[in-house]
């Protein structure tokens, strides 16, 4: 399915994406890395430091949609597969590589860059390069 | 005051995942679909992001502490390990198959798409697993 070009708003999305790593880093000295976030409140260990700040932070994300449909009167589009049993492999993929690798698209694809993070540019490179390579096996070999 | 600048910054992080198209799966994998509906926009997500960042967090480093705590809690490593590259070499692969990374899986579970809701689970478990069968951890060891 095809999607449009939206050069203008991806870039202002991005750009408040980015104000918001700013925000936490200036206000509480944290990186905006969800998987991090996400994953240092589930067992077996906790952080308990950076738990209130990161439960809020969640509550935030999880407001972004709602207030979003309220504001605009239209939700968010969205196509998400209906192939459950492929998400729930994509899922845990997702989850258990971005602990294993400590970071997702935000703490390494962009607060990690924008450190000039050696590790997080490595690690940015991979799973672009296994993103694309996954993509064309999904689509143009398995679904061709 | 320190609370409400944390609930900004992730109502302002997942507004820009759904304003820029990366809480949409479709745009995503069009983005990794180099031969076929090649889509750029995530391209201008993350030079947007980054225009940000970049010297945003230069300018907020050249304070010696955060607004409301003591240290600012940043990474430290720069070794590199074969955890990091396997771990994002699968990471890479889950994004593929399903047009979703942590942020956006989780601002889009309000959204309540079915297949979000099969995926964000299988997101928390595949990071359980992957923290029990982590590094060790010699605070349980002893229990």
């Keep these: 399915m095809e999607t449009e070009f939206t050069p203008f708003v991806s870039l202002l999305g991005g750009a408040l994406i980015g104000l918001s790593a700013v925000v936490l880093l200036a206000t509480h000295g944290r990186i905006a890395g969800i998987s991090g976030i996400v994953s240092r409140m589930l067992p077996p260990t906790f952080d308990k430091t950076g738990l209130p700040q990161g439960i ?7 407001l972004a949609a709602p207030l ?3 504001v605009t009167g239209t939700a968010p589009v969205q196509v998400v597969s209906k192939n459950e049993l492929l998400l729930v492999a994509a899922g845990l ?3 258990f590589g971005s602990v294993i690798g400590n970071g997702c698209t935000s703490g390494h694809g962009v607060c990690g860059i924008s450190r000039g993070s050696a590790r997080s540019i490595a690690a940015t490179m991979t799973f672009m390069a296994t993103a694309f390579v996954t993509v064309f096996v999904l689509r143009h070999v398995v679904g061709g | ?11 302002l992080f997942g507004t820009g995942l759904i304003l820029s198209g990366m809480a949409n799966p479709a745009k995503v994998q069009n983005f990794l679909d180099l031969f076929g ?19 945003g967090f230069w300018l907020v480093q050249k304070r010696t502490k955060p607004l409301f705590d003591d240290v600012f809690h940043l990474p430290t ?6 955890r990091l590259v396997v ?6 692969i889950g994004w593929g198959l399903g047009g979703f990374c942590p942020g956006p899986a ?9 297949g979000t809701l099969f995926f964000a689970p299988a997101m928390l478990v595949g990071m359980v697993i992957a923290k029990y069968t982590a590094a060790p951890q010699p605070k349980n060891l002893e229990l």
């Design chain 2, 87 to 92: 771990g994002a070499a699968i990471f890479g």
């Design chain 2, 77 to 82: 490593r720069t070794d590199f390990d074969a």
């Design chain 2, 106 to 114: 989780l601002t889009s579970l309000p959204l309540a798409a079915s």
């Design chain 1, 68 to 70: 979003w449909i309220v």
């Design chain 2, 37 to 55: 509906t090649w889509d750029p926009s995530l391209a201008f997500v993350m030079g947007g992001a980054i225009m940000m960042t970049m010297p």
């Design chain 2, 1 to 11: 005051m320190h609370i409400f600048s944390t609930l900004f910054a992730g109502l």
């Design chain 1, 93 to 95: 993929l997702v989850g």
């Design chain 1, 56 to 62: 809020i932070f969640l509550v935030g994300l999880l």
